[in-house]
């Protein structure tokens, strides 16, 4: 009776972690310099394989969220201040697997998990030099009827992106 209850256990903690939202960050170019020596920070979000909503979505993300962190003086995304700031975050979607909610209600688990590809790069914006890069992975989670879509992909991503960029400043 105990190992079946133990059996019980491993299979529910496996398909659960197996469901939950994920995502990979890979440091290509470490950043050698803090960011914390940077007063305003301005990101851009270019793509051929996103739409102007998601990339927008990521953009406003991203912002809100460093915005919430209190570290750099002045913030802006795509439409905001166009004027110079001293440090420039430089985001391309590369890949995007899309999963909307109708896909769930309608097949359930088979569409699979959403998955956004973002390359990032900071930029000094005075001397034009990159002082880092990073790749990052974003998947939503999946296996159930009540699993997420290309939103939760894109939240699950500009939370990496934050956290590198807290991690470096």
């Known amino acids: 009776m105990k190992y079946h209850r133990f059996i019980w256990v491993v299979f529910v903690m496996v398909f659960f972690t197996s469901c939950a939202s994920k995502g990979v960050m890979i440091n290509t170019t470490p950043s ?5 020596s940077y007063k305003s920070l301005w990101v851009s979000v270019s793509s051929e394989a996103a739409s102007e909503q998601e990339m927008e979505m990521l953009a406003d ?3 809100r969220k460093l915005r919430q962190s209190n570290t750099f003086e ?4 795509p439409g905001e201040n166009q004027e110079p700031l001293d440090l420039q975050l ?4 590369v890949d995007i ?7 769930r209600a309608m097949a359930g ?8 590809l ?6 000094d914006t005075a001397s034009g030099n990159s002082i880092g890069s990073f790749r990052v992975e ?16 894109i939240v699950r991503v500009s939370e990496m992106i934050v956290a590198y960029i807290l991690d470096n400043y």
């Open 32 to 36: 050698e310099v803090k960011l914390s």
């Open 61 to 63: 993300m991203v912002v």
């Open 74 to 77: 002045q913030l802006s995304g």
């Open 90 to 93: 430089k985001l391309v979607v």
């Open 97 to 103: 697997r899309r999963v909307s909610l109708n896909d």
């Open 109 to 116: 688990a088979l569409p699979g998990k959403a998955k956004i």
């Open 118 to 123: 973002v390359d990032g790069e900071l930029i």
């Open 138 to 153: 974003g998947k939503s989670s999946g296996g159930s009827v009540f699993a997420g879509d290309t939103t939760q992909a």
